[in-house]
């Protein structure tokens, strides 16, 4: 059973608008998300993550929303870029139970110059 | 430079055959892991090891077996009982205690 959701398997957007991808987690046990990008025939590469006790966290273009009662984290990037185009996958684990993340099965993100 | 490397890039066998995937980290981590990736699907735990000759199964294990001699290594073998091992394969370390992953380039294994 998938325990966390990204339920847009793909997303368009114009180079300098905004991305928003979404993720839903059906546990509510998960306090830590991680959202990770991914090129093709590449491995995961770590972006933001956010624990429970917040409900945003910034690094530059990059923001994480989460809103714990509903299960739902987000991921914005402002202004997105051609070269953010790629797989973006959303992360969830309990903290202090051995780091075993849930992963979602990704949104393939295409910004268009 | 520290990271994780994982070969070979590609891997081909015949049916039938075990596989021996290998994954080296230079990170100090304690803790790896193995996933597998699929189209369509998200990455999902196949084993992972949080210390030295210490490991635990996943969401997936049946069909896969690995061994942690030692901290920098945790190869992975696809048994010929695993019945879909055609797959991207992704190693990752991290610190033990609530730390992002950090994760190799993978090894697609095809097997016909």
């Known amino acids: 059973d998938q325990q966390v959701k990204q339920n847009s398997p793909s997303l368009s957007v114009q180079e300098g608008r905004i991305s928003i991808l979404n993720c839903d987690y059906t546990?509510?046990?998960?306090?830590?998300f991680l959202w990770y990008k991914k090129y093709p025939a590449e491995g995961p590469t770590f972006l933001i993550s956010i624990s429970s006790i917040k409900d945003k966290n910034e690094d530059g273009r990059f923001t994480v929303f989460l809103n714990k009662s509903a299960k739902h984290l987000s991921l914005h990037i402002v202004p997105s870029q051609p070269g953010d185009s790629a797989v973006y996958f959303c992360a969830a684990s309990v903290i202090n139970t051995g780091n075993q993340f849930y992963f979602g099965t990704g949104t393939s993100l295409t910004v268009i110059p | 430079d520290g990271g994780i490397t994982q070969s070979p890039k590609y891997l081909f066998r015949k049916e039938g055959q075990n596989v021996t995937l290998s994954c080296e980290q230079n990170l100090n981590h304690d803790a790896m892991y193995w996933y597998r990736q699929d189209p369509g699907q998200g990455l999902r735990l196949i084993y992972y090891?949080?210390?030295?000759?210490?490991?635990q199964k996943g969401d997936i294990a049946e069909g896969y077996s690995v061994s942690r001699e030692k901290k920098e290594s945790f190869p992975l073998t696809v048994t010929s009982a695993q019945k879909n091992p055609t797959a991207f394969y992704l190693c990752?370390?991290?610190?033990?205690?609530?730390?992002?992953?950090?994760f190799g380039n993978g090894t697609r294994l095809t097997v016909t």
């Open positions: 090891s949080q210390i030295v000759n210490d490991f």
């Open positions: 990752a370390s991290s610190t033990v205690i609530n730390s992002p992953l950090h």
């Open positions: 546990n509510s046990m998960f306090d830590y």
